[in-house]
Nanobody
Framework: VQLQASGGGLVQAGASLRLSCAAS????????MAWFRQAPGKERYFVAS????????FYADSVKGRFTISRDNAKNTVYLQMDSLKPEDTAVYYC?????????????????WGQGTQVTVSS
């Protein structure tokens, strides 16, 4: 499985960004795609995920109401729309994929990762 993430950048607080992650090489459509983020010196934390079959979504409490995860089936791409960005959202954002229909918030449950894209929010 190959995951190609893009869309990061430097923005001011209150602005928006949209991240994209294109998936290829997967052998089934029964999987979860997720976004995690990792700030310098910190662990990699769950941000949001979407079940490819059915489209159920899951969010970390810290981003609920500000971030929206969605998918484009035809393009095998998942998006993370990030609105009302805050300086504490600054991190490297990674997309990840795990097979199966059960969502999981732990980074260790995901075996496939993209390369990461930097998001920096200035105050």
């Amino acid at each position: 499985v190959q995951l190609q993430a893009s869309g990061g950048g430097l923005v001011q607080a209150g602005a928006s960004l949209r991240l994209s992650c294109a998936a290829s090489g997967h052998t089934s459509n029964n999987y979860i795609m997720a976004w995690f983020r990792q700030a310098p010196g910190k662990e990699r934390y769950f941000v949001a995920s979407i079940r490819w079959n059915g489209g159920s979504t899951f969010y970390a409490d810290s981003v609920k109401g500000r971030f929206t995860i969605s998918r484009d089936n035809a393009k095998n791409t998942v998006y993370l729309q990030m609105d009302s960005l805050k300086p504490e959202d600054t991190a490297v954002y990674y997309c990840a994929l795990r097979y199966g229909a059960v969502n999981n918030y732990s980074r260790y449950a995901y075996g496939n990762w993209g390369q990461g894209t930097q998001v920096t929010v200035s105050s």
